[in-house]
């Protein structure tokens, strides 16, 4: 790779599997949920990248994996160049510092019944880096950072709003001073208005810090607004990735073509004119996805080919050599893939 | 003369801790075949509103009218609201999977909805009717679909479910409570577009209540912006789009991330929405508002009318010509925030300049 210094996070290749087993008496596996199917990413350093999909792609089993939460089927993780694929607790630990997560439900993933202060010192007990009163400022100095009162050291997370809740969340995330930081779905749960208070905490935090962000969302304006560059999944598969830009404004994948077209945009002048491309159908199960490509059940394109041969993820002609697409019969510029847009009534 | 004209809502639950003013004097009419999108955050009581028009909201204090094609349905008794229920007003709620009975099949459910409603119905023709239904809201294989239970739909089907049902007795006005929150982004677009196509084949009035200002900019022909209870705005879509008057709804409008604004930084609104039991005296929005004036901080403001055409209205002591998102607007917002803010006002306007949700981490 030419810029090897500059990749934070390598994912090559990332299978995970999860076996679904029968209900007999000997329980023996009997298929499994492909949730994640030879996925392939980087995440560059101070960078942010998005990840974008609907239910059920495996965008967050993906997270959970290079976070090494869980094991992965096979492929491999490298951060700053180390192989850290299912590493044993011991050896993980240095890398745990490095690697961090947010998570989307502010009321369920801090413990009710304790203190915020403890909370948010958890990682310095854990890591045994701060203690006693050290512990305490370390810990008043990140509420300040997040935009939360110090003072309120002592109070318990229903005290809080979701909005302050999100950012204890982001205060415990970031007390290791880690490198990454995997937010999934973040502002998902919070209230419109709320939600840019912690997006623009997310990109101060990035400036000051020189995190890089893998960020999970369906929301795909606030991806868009987040992210230098985007991955797409589709049924555990990357259908798309590159450069935010080129991936929103010159889609070739149809099904992120369709997914962003799809999306509601805040202005009825554009919602009027957009050809809207309505997909058939929902997301098959991952237990059993389509042969070939998996999207070609519902693609307005597909032909016999789509059926039999999985697409190669690579540069289609036109395209900068970052963007990256898996798909036989790429969407051409000015192609109309909709039935016509929806006329205004009246 | 409207389909739906309430007039002065107020919607209270005296509990522990006070009395939540849920809704405080909401006006709003709805047109056949027109859609009224409701938009407003959590807890802006846009849910309370539409439930107490029902009865569904035991133990809430209801006063002031809602006229539904001649009757008022506030203080109705149980027996008429539930000839209304269903045939005149049917409800989507937000979560198909908990709306739905688990151990029923889904065509039980639509036969019995069918058949409380009209006795006359034999089983068989319900069946039929229910199949229909199945057919007309876009399931495939309806014949077989009606004797599946609702963990075998997926969440997008079992939303199809729920509409199907509001549509089986052919209401005049569907109440569409948050019908895509739960769904994904191709999912939803495919339910708003069958929404629209039923109200277009039916004449259908639909009430659509949401968060997602992306919804209402696809699918409402009006809209109004509740805040803590009360309407901040009303107007046509293009006007709550592109002529805001009240800073709530410029508020949200800005905090939103779109592609056409190529700033890389977000306008959140500073502050939280406030407690229902301990409203802040004079306008609700004053702790949270850039604008905030003296008189705001000690009277409520009414909806009057702002713009220059009749129907936008919004409740803010504003001057009624600055609206727009545009230059021009914010100097008379500016002037008259210059001329009527002193003393308190000023210190509450520093107070949430100061706020760390402005900035995030402003706090050195």
């Known amino acids: 790779m030419s810029c090897a210094d500059d990749v934070l996070v390598r994912v090559e290749n990332l299978v995970k599997h999860f076996p679904v087993y029968g209900s007999g008496l000997i329980r023996r596996s009997v298929a499994s949920v492909q949730a994640v199917d030879g996925v392939s990413l980087t995440v560059r350093r101070g960078r942010t990248l998005g990840l974008v999909g609907e239910t059920g792609c495996g965008k967050s089993t993906l997270a959970r994996c290079i976070a090494g939460l869980i094991p992965v089927s096979s492929g491999k993780v490298y951060f700053e160049g180390k192989d850290i694929t299912n590493l044993p607790r011991r050896a993980m630990r240095p890398f745990r510092r490095e690697i961090q997560m947010i998570f989307q439900d502010p009321y369920g993933s801090l413990n009710p019944r304790r203190r915020v202060g403890a909370i948010i010192g958890d990682p310095f007990a854990v890591h045994r880096t701060a203690s006693g009163q050290q512990r305490k400022r370390a810990v008043q100095e990140l509420m300040e950072r997040v935009g939360l009162n110090p003072e309120h050291y002592n109070r318990f997370p229903a005290e809080f709003s979701g909005g302050q809740r999100q950012r204890i969340g982001v205060a415990r995330a970031l007390a290791l001073r880690p490198k990454l930081i995997i937010c999934d779905e973040p502002v998902s749960a919070l209230d419109v208005s709320i939600q840019a208070q912690v997006l623009n905490l997310l990109a101060d935090l990035q400036a000051d810090f020189g995190l890089s962000y893998l960020f999970i969302a369906h929301d795909l304006e606030v991806v868009r607004h987040v992210s230098d560059a985007v991955t797409v999944m589709y049924l555990g598969r990357v259908a798309e990735s590159g450069p935010g830009d080129s991936v929103y404004d010159h889609s070739r994948h149809p099904y992120s073509a369709a997914l962003l077209s799809a999306a509601p945009a805040a202005d009825p002048d554009a919602a009027a004119q957009r050809q809207r491309i309505i997909l058939a159908g929902d997301v098959p199960s991952p237990i059993n996805p389509p042969s070939g490509c998996r999207f070609h059940p519902r693609c307005p394109k597909a032909q016999d080919i789509c059926r039999t041969a999985e697409p190669v993820l690579e540069t289609k002609l036109g395209d900068p050599s970052t963007h990256l697409t898996a798909c036989h019969f790429p969407v051409e510029a000015g192609e109309v893939l909709a039935r016509a847009g929806r006329k205004e009534r009246r | ?364």
Not at chain 2, 320 to 346: F, M, N, P, T, Y
Request: charged share 20%.
């Open chain 2, 1 to 364: 003369m409207s389909l739906l004209e309430v007039t002065d809502l107020q919607v209270s639950f005296p509990t522990a801790d006070g009395v939540v003013q849920a809704v405080r004097g909401v006006s709003f009419s709805v047109e056949r075949g027109r859609t009224l999108g409701i938009v407003g955050e959590s807890g802006s009581g846009k849910t309370v509103l539409t439930q107490s028009l029902l009865g569904l909201t035991p133990g809430g204090q209801i006063s002031g009218t809602a006229m539904f094609d001649g009757v008022n349905l506030v203080g109705l008794d149980q027996k008429s609201l539930r000839r209304i229920r269903g045939k005149g007003i049917s409800v989507i709620f937000q979560d198909p999977l908990t709306s739905l009975h688990p151990l029923y099949k889904v065509g039980w459910q639509i036969c019995e909805m069918i058949r409380a409603h009209d006795t006359s119905i034999s089983k068989g023709q319900a069946t039929e009717r229910a199949v229909d239904l199945l057919g007309r809201v876009g399931i495939p294989n309806p014949r077989e679909r009606v004797n599946d239970y609702p963990h075998q739909f997926s969440g997008g089907m079992r939303q199809r479910v729920m509409i199907a049902m509001a549509i089986s007795l052919s209401p005049k006005l569907i109440i569409a409570d948050e019908p895509t929150t739960a769904l994904d982004a191709t999912v939803q677009a495919q339910i708003l577009d069958l929404l629209l196509r039923l109200q277009q084949e039916s004449d259908t009035a639909l009430l659509m209540i949401t968060h997602d200002l992306g919804v209402v900019a696809d699918i409402a022909d009006n809209v109004m912006v509740m805040y803590a209870g009360r309407a901040a705005e009303k107007a046509t879509k293009r006007d709550t789009f592109y002529q805001p008057h009240h800073p709530y709804t410029k508020g949200l409008l800005e905090s939103i991330p779109r592609s056409s604004a190529a700033t890389d930084r977000l306008k959140p609104v500073t502050g939280q929405p406030p407690s229902l039991i301990r409203l802040p005296p004079g306008c609700a929005f004053h702790p949270r508002c850039a604008y905030v004036m003296d008189r705001c901080l000690s009277a409520e403001p009414e909806l009057h009318p702002v713009g220059d055409a009749g129907e936008h209205r919004s409740a803010c002591w504003l001057p009624a010509a600055a609206i727009g998102l545009g230059d021009a607007a914010e100097d008379l917002r500016r002037q008259a925030v210059e001329q009527g803010r002193s003393g308190k006002a000023a210190k509450v306007a520093e107070a949430i300049a100061a706020a760390p949700e402005s900035e995030g981490s402003v706090i050195a």
